[in-house]
C-alpha cells in the first residue's frame, strides 16, 4: 500500500453528489416531465460534474508535486489556476453543446442562444468572460472552490500526519531508552553481586584464621543474605520492611568485620513499612557508605536509616574519607537511579555538604507505579 496515496474517495463522491444535486434544483430545465431527453442530459451534467472534479483533482495534485518547494508557492497557485479554469471551463462548454444538441437534435443555433452566462456586479456594471459560449468565469469560480477545497484537505492531512509521526516518534523514543536503562541496569547487576559476594569471602577467608566460630556465624549469615540477593534481583520493587530485614542481617556481616567502628541507626515510622523500593536499595548504599570513609574503633562510621512525613527514605552517614581515594565506579548509586527511572519515578537526591552524605529515596506506595 502506498502511504502517500491520497485516499480521498468519500470526498469524491460526496463532492460529486452535492455539486450536482445543486446544479440540478438550480437549473429549471431539469424540473420539466421526466422523459429521455430529461434523463440524457441529467446524465450530461453529471458526467461533465464528475469529469470536471476529476481534472481539477489531477491537476491540483500533479502540479503540487511539480512546484513542491515553498518558494514556488505562488507560481504553483498561478499556473493550476490558470490550467484548472481553462478545463473547467471547456468541459462544461461541450456539456453545454451535447445537452443541446440532445434537446434539439442540432447544433445549429446554440451560439446565437442566450443560454445562462455567470457576470459579476461591479459599481452597477456586469463583467463577464464569455467567449463562443465558453464561461471563463464560471469556471474560475468552480475550479477555485476545488481548489481551497483540497487545499484544506492537504493541510488537514498534513497536520494529522506530522502529529501522528511525532506521537510515534515520542513513543519509539520511550523504548529505547526503556531498552537502554534496562541494558544498563542488567550491566550493573553484573557488576554489583560478584562485588558483594568478592568482599563478603574476604572477610570469611580473614575471619576463618583468626576466629573459627566468628567465622561459622558469619558464613550462615552470608548464606542468608546471598539467598535474598539473588531472588531480589527478579522482582522490580519489594517492601521497606523486606529491605530493613536484609539489611540488618548486611549489617551484621558488616559489623564482625568492622565491630565498633561501624553503627546503623535505624529510625523507620512503621506507617512506612509496607512502601516499596527497588530491591537491594540500602545494600547498595551501606555498602556505598563503608567503601568511601574510614572505619576506627575511636572514629565510628555512623549510618542512619529514616523517614520523613513526605514518604521519603532518607540514607546519610557522617564523612570520614579515607586519605586514599577509593576508586569508585558509582555502581551502587547508578544502579539506584537506573531503576527509578525504569519505574517513572522521581530520581533519588544526593547531598554532598562535606561533613555528611545522604541519600533521599522516594517511597512508592502499592500499586501506585
Do not use: C
Not at 243 to 259: A, M, P, T, V
Request: overall charge positive.
Amino acid at each position: 500500500m502506498n502511504k502517500n496515496r491520497l485516499n480521498d474517495n468519500w470526498l469524491r463522491i460526496v463532492g460529486v453528489l452535492l455539486v450536482f444535486i445543486l446544479n440540478a434544483v438550480i437549473e429549471v430545465n431539469y424540473v420539466e416531465e421526466w422523459n429521455l431527453i430529461t434523463l440524457l442530459r441529467v446524465l450530461i451534467l453529471l458526467g461533465s460534474i464528475t469529469l470536471s472534479w476529476e481534472a481539477s483533482r489531477f491537476l491540483i495534485i500533479y502540479f503540487r508535486r511539480k512546484f513542491s518547494s515553498g518558494k514556488q508557492l505562488l507560481q504553483r497557485i498561478l499556473v493550476t489556476a490558470l490550467s484548472g479554469t481553462v478545463s473547467v471551463a471547456l468541459i462544461s462548454w461541450v456539456a453545454g453543446i451535447s445537452k443541446y444538441i440532445v434537446k434539439y437534435g442540432t447544433l445549429k443555433g446554440f451560439f446565437e442562444s442566450p443560454g445562462q452566462t455567470t457576470h459579476i456586479g461591479l459599481n452597477h456594471k456586469t463583467l463577464s468572460l464569455n467567449i463562443y459560449k465558453i464561461d471563463f468565469l464560471l469556471g474560475a469560480f468552480s475550479f477555485i472552490l476545488l481548489f481551497i477545497v483540497y487545499e484544506l484537505w492537504f493541510f488537514i492531512r498534513q497536520a494529522s500526519g506530522d502529529t501522528k509521526r511525532l506521537y510515534l516518534a515520542e513513543q519509539e523514543n520511550e523504548e529505547l531508552k526503556k531498552i537502554s536503562l534496562h541494558n544498563q541496569l542488567e550491566a550493573l547487576k553484573s557488576r554489583v553481586n560478584p562485588h558483594f559476594l568478592f568482599n563478603s569471602l574476604n572477610s570469611l577467608s580473614t575471619l576463618i584464621e583468626e576466629d573459627p566460630q566468628q567465622a561459622e556465624h558469619f558464613l550462615n549469615e552470608l548464606s542468608q543474605v546471598y539467598r535474598y540477593l539473588l531472588r531480589a534481583n527478579d522482582h522490580d520493587l519489594t517492601t521497606l520492611s523486606s529491605e530493613l530485614d536484609f539489611i540488618r542481617s548486611y549489617y551484621h556481616l558488616l559489623k564482625i568485620r568492622h565491630g565498633n567502628g561501624l553503627d546503623l541507626i535505624i529510625n523507620i515510622h512503621e506507617d512506612y513499612t509496607f512502601y516499596q523500593i527497588p530491591p537491594l536499595t540500602l545494600q547498595l548504599l551501606v555498602e556505598n557508605a563503608v567503601k568511601h570513609n574510614v572505619i576506627l574503633h575511636d572514629k565510628r562510621l555512623i549510618i542512619k536509616l529514616e523517614t520523613n512525613q513526605q514518604a521519603q527514605l532518607i540514607v546519610k552517614n557522617n564523612l570520614q574519607r579515607k586519605q586514599t581515594r577509593v576508586l569508585s565506579n558509582q555502581v551502587g548509586l547508578s544502579t539506584i537511579i537506573t531503576k527509578y527511572r525504569m519505574l517513572d519515578q522521581p530520581e533519588p537526591l544526593v547531598v554532598d555538604n562535606g561533613l555528611e552524605f545522604s541519600v533521599t529515596l522516594p517511597l512508592l506506595y502499592p500499586g501506585a507505579n
